[in-house]
């Protein structure tokens, strides 16, 4: 059977880096509009959002004294839209270079749902967590 190593489910399992195998959501290799949807049965005020990035722990940058061949991790996510279930965008991350990012909503709306849709970039867009708080 196939592996299921990059499922949806990897990113509201609990568990913030790869144990076990990948522990990643990503999306497919030739998608050009990728997505991630999370819907709730009753709307939620989500006043808080915590991303994880693939930031490729494997082949750190440790420091300046040590020459890379790229200037940023190739496999972190560097731009995304937050939207909400009536496709209002509620934030927006723009060169990103961190593994996480937190997004604080001043003045939340109830919602059913967030969908994170990601720039098209070289690779398939990959997250190890999404966590949302009210």
Known sequence: ???KAFELENVRNGFARPWCGTNAWSA??????????????????????????????????????????????????????VLNDC??????????????????FESPDPTCSITLVFDVTTHPPSLFE???YE
């Open 130 to 132: 999404v966590r949302c």
């Open 1 to 3: 059977p196939l592996l």
């Open 28 to 81: 497919e290799l030739d998608d050009k509009s990728p997505y991630l949807k999370l819907t709730w049965e009753t709307k939620r005020t989500i006043s808080c959002m915590e991303l994880a990035f693939d930031a490729d722990f494997d082949d750190p940058m440790e420091s300046v004294l040590v020459e890379h061949p790229q200037r940023v991790s190739p496999l972190c996510v560097r731009s995304l839209s």
């Open 87 to 104: 496709g209002r965008v509620i934030a927006r991350i723009d060169e990103n270079h961190s593994s996480r990012r937190q997004l604080l």
